[in-house]
């Protein structure tokens, strides 16, 4: 058994698998994270710009003495608004692009790179494809996904819209991404190890990661560099802290990926 306080990768892969298996039905994509925060965000967007609706009379019955009955419905609380709000959300995606930056780099070679989704208005020039072509293969692919969530999760997303559950701000990220379909990780708080600096927020997966995660030198080339170095050696900071949350992201998309394969082989 190995000494100190290095992990067995294969309880890393189990851990991270967990985070995986909530969306591992609806199928992989780049960057999962972001990709359900667009999703939420668009969600979102249309139900704050919600015109205000009168009730739903559903009274169109007389009875013997010529009188309406049935129910009056509240529109908020109506499968009609659900269905509305849903429809052609997905189409929204092609309003988004895939991200790509290099968070490391040293004497000129690339040792990391983050991926993210982000809405075109506002993404950086450097960081999306540079075909035309190549960014509209992946803006099929979040709106191909953003359909598979939908199909997957389409009862609980109009029992969630129905009962309340995401009104106010960030509730739809925050019930979609971390509780539903889990595909973010979920923030705690930790305070410095030394000195007696402000507590900071870190990923609860950090600890177990930064103990097996790092950069095999050696294979990048990077002179004067030799062998793995793990991240736990890396001063904190948001390079760290980038590579600890791609490394995150990374290990659940593969147990995802692996969970969908087996799967597939099974059938």
């Known amino acids: 058994m190995a000494s100190g306080r290095m992990m067995d990768p294969l309880v890393i892969l189990c851990a991270l698998a967990v985070v995986g298996s909530a969306y591992a039905g ?3 994509i780049v960057a999962p994270c972001s990709a359900c925060k667009a999703i939420a965000t668009t969600l979102q967007d249309r139900i704050d710009k919600e015109p205000v609706r009168n ?3 559903m009274r169109h019955r007389l009875d013997k003495d010529g009188k309406r009955y049935g129910k009056v419905i509240d529109y908020k609380e109506s499968e009609l608004r659900a269905v509305e709000l849903l429809d052609g ?3 929204e995606m092609r309003t988004f692009t895939l991200v790509t930056l290099n968070t490391s780099v040293m004497d000129g070679v690339v040792l990391s790179r983050s991926h993210h989704w982000e809405a075109i208005k506002t993404a950086p020039g450097n960081g999306r494809p540079q075909q035309r072509g ?7 692919q979040l709106e191909s996904y953003c359909g598979r969530v ?4 389409e009862d609980e997303m109009v029992d969630a819209l129905r009962n309340g559950k995401l009104e106010g701000a960030n509730a739809t990220v925050k019930w979609m991404c971390h509780s539903l379909l889990q595909s973010c990780p979920v923030k705690a708080p930790k305070t410095t190890a030394l000195g007696s600096g402000p507590p900071r927020k870190v990923k609860e997966v950090s600890e177990t990661l930064e103990e097996n995660v790092g950069v095999d030198w050696s294979k990048m080339g990077a ?7 793990p991240l736990a050696d890396m001063p904190e ?3 760290k802290d980038a590579l600890l949350a791609q490394a995150a992201e990374d290990g659940a998309q593969q147990a995802a990926g692996g969970a969908g394969g087996a799967a597939a082989q099974g059938g």
């Open 26 to 28: 609806i199928g992989s």
């Open 55 to 57: 009730h739903l009379d």
């Open 89 to 91: 959300l997905c189409g």
């Open 134 to 140: 190549e960014e509209d293969a992946r803006q099929k």
């Open 150 to 153: 939908l199909e997957e999760y």
């Open 223 to 229: 002179p004067g560099q030799t062998g793995f170095k």
């Open 237 to 239: 900071g948001p390079e």
